[in-house]
């Protein structure tokens, strides 16, 4: 059954690639809370992107509304407030994989593999 009242945000993965300290790739992965678009304000949204008017900053701040499996040096679990979601997407190249995944999130596609 297809119920037509859609939750305000849903849990979608962010896999984000780090260099080590060995300067090896490594692959991280998350769980990003995100606020759901509609199909209009997600295709005023790409419009915003594409013309300059919005950036991924921005967005990912409006976006970002929770995560899962985001921990400390000490494998503590990070509490979501403004202040770590601005700290996590100011290491490089978080940003850019938080709003790969959001853009993939509302594509119809989404990943393969979900």
Do not use: C
């Amino acid at each position: 059954m297809f119920v037509i009242a859609p939750q305000d945000a849903f849990w979608y993965p962010v896999i984000v690639t780090l260099i080590d300290a060995d300067g090896k790739r490594a692959q991280h992965q998350f769980e990003a809370r995100f606020k759901r678009y509609s199909r209009t304000q997600f295709q005023a949204l790409v419009q915003r992107l594409q013309s300059g008017e919005q950036t991924d900053l921005a967005l990912a701040e409006d976006v970002l509304v929770g995560w899962r499996g985001v921990q400390d040096a000490d494998g503590q679990e990070v509490a979501f407030s403004a202040a770590t979601r601005d700290a996590l997407l100011d290491i490089w190249p978080v940003l850019p994989a938080v709003v790969s995944a959001f853009i993939e999130a509302h594509s119809p596609e989404g990943r393969a593999k979900n």
